[in-house]
């Protein structure tokens, strides 16, 4: 059984940086992709950023330029560095393998 487990959620302000991580029960290098979605308050979840085995990567267009995702595959967790936060940034954050097991998610809040 796949499991994941996301970290690193909390409250902060607009402008400031987060990293969440993502820790498998599996060997990450055995999935081709590690993705971050996110559900803001009321609405549908999003994709945020995805990381291939190859090391390539792609990010929404509203985190370009901010967000990075990243992997240690020798501790098997992927990572969401995530700088100058917004207030819309504002949601519950899930990691995936390959867009089939998923975590429970963190909660990321943005103040104003």
């Known amino acids: 059984q796949v499991q994941l487990v996301e970290s690193g959620g909390g409250l902060v302000q607009a402008g400031g940086s987060l990293r969440l991580s993502c820790t498998a029960s599996v060997s990450i290098s055995s999935y081709y992709t590690m993705g971050w979605y996110r559900q803001p308050p009321g609405k549908q979840r999003e994709f945020v950023a995805v990381?291939?085995?190859?090391?390539?990567?792609d990010y929404a267009d509203f985190v370009k330029g901010r967000f990075t995702i990243s992997r240690d595959n020798a501790k098997n967790t992927g990572y969401l560095e995530m700088n100058s936060l917004k207030p819309e940034d504002t949601a519950v954050y899930y990691c995936?393998?390959?867009?089939?097991?998923w975590g429970k998610g963190t909660l990321v809040t943005v103040s104003s």
């Open positions: 990381i291939r085995s190859s090391g390539s990567t």
């Open positions: 995936n393998l390959v867009n089939t097991y």
